[in-house]
C-alpha cells in the first residue's frame, strides 16, 4: 500500500513538472524573442529539455515500481537510478547548446534586452523556487532518486533565471557597450547546471554501486530489532535501494537453544515487525545467529 501511494505521490509531482515547464518555455521563449533577451532564450531552451527529462522520470517511476518477476525477483527499482543518468544527460546537452550559443551572440554586437524582460524573470524566478522545494518534498518523501533529479532541475532553472536577470540588469542599467553582459550570464548559467549535473549524477551512481549511504536506516532497524522478544541483538546490516524501497540483509542473535522451527518464526516475526514499522524496507533477509 505504502508503495502505491508513494508512486502516486510521485507520478503527480512529475506532472506538475512537465505541465510547470511547458508553460514557461512558452513564456520564456516568447519573452526572450520580444524583449530581445538571449539569456531568456537560453532559460527557455533549458526548461524545453526539462519537459522531456520529467518524461524519462514519470516513465522511470512507473517502470520501477512494477511488481517483481520471474526474471527481475528484486523488482525493477534499478530502472529509476538509470532514468537519472538520462536526465542528467539532457541537462549536459541543453547546458552545451547554451553555452555555445553564449559565445557566438557575444561575438555579434546586438541590441540591449527589454525592460519588460525583468519582470516576467522575477516571476519565473519565484515559481521555479516554490517547484524546487515541493519537489524535493515530494522525492523526499517517495525515496525516489529520479524525483530529487527532476527538483534540481527546477532549482538550476532557478538559478540561471538570477543570473539572467542579473545580467539583463547590468545591460539595462550601464547602457550601450554592455549588451553582451545577458550573453555572459547565460553563459554562467551553462557552467552552473554542469556543476548540478554532477551532484545529481553522484547519488545515483552510488545507488547503481549499492554504496553504503544509509547509516541512519540500519540506526532505525537495529532499534525497531531491538523491541522484538527474543531477539537479543544485531550484527551486520546491509542495505541497498532499488527505486523507492530498501532491500535489507540483517544478521539477528538469538537464543543459541532454540529449535530451528522456533528460530524461523523468530526471523518472520522480526520480518513482519521491520515491515509494519518502517514501510519504505523492501524484501528483508534474516540470518540467525546463536546467542549464548
Not at 525592460?115 to 522575477?122: D, K, N, Q, V
Not at 527538483?151 to 533565471?161: E, F, K, L, N, V
Not at 539477528?252 to 520480518?271: F, I, K, N
Request: aromatic share 10%; glycine share 8%; net charge negative.
Amino acid at each position: 500500500m505504502a508503495t502505491t501511494t508513494n508512486e502516486q505521490v510521485a507520478v503527480k509531482a512529475t506532472y506538475f513538472s512537465i505541465i510547470g515547464n511547458t508553460m514557461l518555455a512558452i513564456i520564456k521563449g516568447a519573452a526572450g524573442i520580444f524583449g530581445n533577451s538571449y539569456a531568456l532564450i537560453a532559460d527557455a531552451i533549458e526548461s524545453t529539455a526539462d519537459i522531456f527529462s520529467s518524461c524519462l522520470v514519470l516513465f522511470g517511476i512507473k517502470y520501477s515500481n512494477r511488481p517483481a518477476d520471474e526474471n527481475h525477483p528484486y523488482g525493477h527499482g534499478r530502472a529509476e537510478p538509470l532514468i537519472t543518468f538520462l536526465v542528467v544527460g539532457f541537462l549536459i546537452t541543453s547546458a552545451t547548446i547554451i553555452a555555445y550559443e553564449s559565445i557566438q551572440n557575444i561575438k555579434t554586437p546586438h541590441g540591449l534586452p527589454k525592460p519588460f524582460t525583468l519582470f516576467i524573470l522575477g516571476a519565473i524566478i519565484i515559481w521555479k523556487e516554490i517547484s524546487f522545494r515541493l519537489v524535493m518534498k515530494r522525492s523526499k518523501e517517495t525515496n525516489s532518486s529520479s524525483l530529487k533529479a527532476d527538483a534540481w532541475h527546477h532549482r538550476s532553472d532557478a538559478i540561471t533565471s538570477v543570473a539572467a536577470f542579473i545580467g539583463i540588469s547590468i545591460a539595462l542599467f550601464m547602457g550601450k557597450g554592455y549588451e553582451a553582459a545577458d550573453d555572459w550570464s547565460a553563459l554562467f548559467a551553462a557552467g552552473f547546471i554542469l556543476y548540478n549535473c554532477y551532484h545529481i549524477f553522484r547519488p545515483a551512481l552510488g545507488e547503481i554501486m549499492d554504496e553504503n549511504l544509509y547509516e541512519d536506516i540500519i540506526a532505525e532497524i537495529r532499534k525497531v530489532a531491538a523491541t522484538v522478544q527474543g531477539i537479543a541483538g544485531t550484527e551486520k546490516c546491509f542495505i541497498r535501494k532499488s527505486g523507492m524501497k530498501y532491500h535489507v540483509d540483517l544478521h539477528a542473535l538469538v537464543d543459541g537453544e532454540l529449535s530451528v522451527r522456533a528460530g524461523h518464526e523468530l526471523a518472520h516475526r522480526l520480518q513482519d515487525t521491520l515491515h509494519k514499522v518502517i514501510p519504505e524496507l523492501g524484501n528483508i533477509l534474516i540470518h540467525i545467529e546463536p546467542y549464548e
